[in-house]
């Protein structure tokens, strides 16, 4: 039998046993269910550890989640049994708070499965013959605050070309706990962060506080067009040669590319649309009040992309492995240290959205270091 079988088993010959409805479950019923539940998760998590493939991985997945879904249902129950039956107070609220241990330790050992999951499936990609080659970026690729693998993909292309002043821009931030420069700035570089909404930038004056107080790290509020770009960048005193730009607002990425002169970055980092696969070369027309609205119409192809950056003197250098920005060097600074062609067929990467959950450790809270 299948891990995955053997998990599907285990669980629903605990959930048969202990989650009839016509009386209220013992304490014992209920340990046998967490118990049935644990099985089944480490079953499912075995099956992942143990590499069996793609496919016996998310079938194991797919089938701890049944179980999870199915032993939420129960505990539904229980709750409605205590409720109705339960003859005192006190004993009623013991059993609820068990109740809540019980939906936290499952939600925990959930959330532990993804992480297993999302690692493995990582962790075979990377080991398919195509990433062989050292020039490759997605090899390189970990998250510290980015939102996936970008920042360990942003080091190894410094890494390769160096750095001048250290100087970043970045737009589309959110809050900044988990975009692409903040790993930068912990480190001691300076920049610039754009986003359209106050709340958020207020969370961000008083969360990067330290950075602020220092100067090296600017926040404004504005919601970005082709028209106002290059105006808000120059307003906050940035021109000229910069490391490091990244633009990720969802839906006009590309015309605000297009638009920006006052700087010159040396490394690009872009949200494209995986969805449309190469050769195909498409953008969504410009509106310059248009936001993405949940759906795959956004933004522009990775192809679109490379014959835009190749108009701007950039060469494409790789994507991330959720298929969601693309990383450009200018041409001078390219050289050979990158994997040729520097076409979009040669570095796309499909979209892998469901690698957005990956974690670095707990939950990210950037602030500043001593190095010693």
């Known amino acids: 039998m299948s891990n995955t079988a053997q998990a599907e088993n285990t669980y629903n010959s605990g959930l048969a046993t202990n989650c009839a409805v016509d009386a209220p479950p ?19 998590g075995a099956a992942l550890r143990g590499q069996p493939g793609s496919a016996e991985a998310l079938a194991s997945y797919t089938a701890i989640l049944d179980a999870v879904a199915r032993h939420e249902e129960a505990m539904v129950a229980f709750g409605k049994l205590l409720v109705a039956c339960a003859n005192d107070a006190a004993g009623q609220s013991s059993a609820l708070k ?21 690692l493995q499936s990582w962790n075979e990609e990377l080991g398919k013959p195509r990433h062989a080659d050292p020039k490759r970026l997605l090899r390189y690729g970990f998250k510290v605050y980015s939102q996936c693998d970008e920042d360990g993909i942003i080091q190894e292309i410094f890494r390769r070309i160096g750095t001048t002043n250290q100087v970043f821009v970045e737009f589309g931030v959110e809050a900044g706990s988990e975009c692409n420069s903040v790993k930068l700035l912990v480190e001691g570089w300076r920049g610039l962060w754009l986003d359209g909404q106050q709340q958020l930038i207020d969370q961000i004056r ?28 120059a307003n906050a005193g940035v021109t000229g040669e910069i490391d490091f730009l990244t633009i990720d607002i969802d839906h006009n990425d590309y015309w605000v590319w297009k638009a920006i002169n006052v700087i010159s970055p040396r490394v690009v980092a872009i949200e494209y649309n995986a969805t449309m696969h190469p050769p195909v070369s498409v953008v969504v ?11 795959n119409y956004f933004g522009a192809s990775l192809e679109a992309l490379v014959r835009l950056g190749r108009s701007k003197g950039y060469r494409l250098v790789g994507c991330n492995f959720a298929g ?49």
Do not use: C, M
């Open 285 to 295: 027309p410009y509106e310059p009040n248009r936001t993405w609205n949940g759906t």
């Open 98 to 118: 068990r109740l809540i241990e019980i939906e936290n330790i499952a939600a925990t050992r959930l959330d532990q499965l993804t992480q297993v999951g999302l």
């Open 324 to 372: 969601t920005n693309a990383f450009f060097v200018r041409d001078d600074l390219a050289g050979d240290l990158f994997l040729d062609p520097a076409t979009a067929e040669e570095h796309y990467e499909p979209p892998r959205y469901y690698f957005g959950y990956l974690k670095a450790g707990h939950r990210p809270q950037p602030g500043p270091y001593v190095t010693v």
């Open 26 to 44: 013992s304490a014992g019923a209920h340990s046998d269910q967490q118990g049935a539940l644990s099985q089944a998760l480490h079953l499912a």
């Open 206 to 233: 008083k969360n990067f506080k330290p950075f602020i107080d220092n100067g090296k790290l600017a926040a404004s509020q504005a919601f970005i067009t082709a028209e106002n770009i290059d105006v808000l960048i």
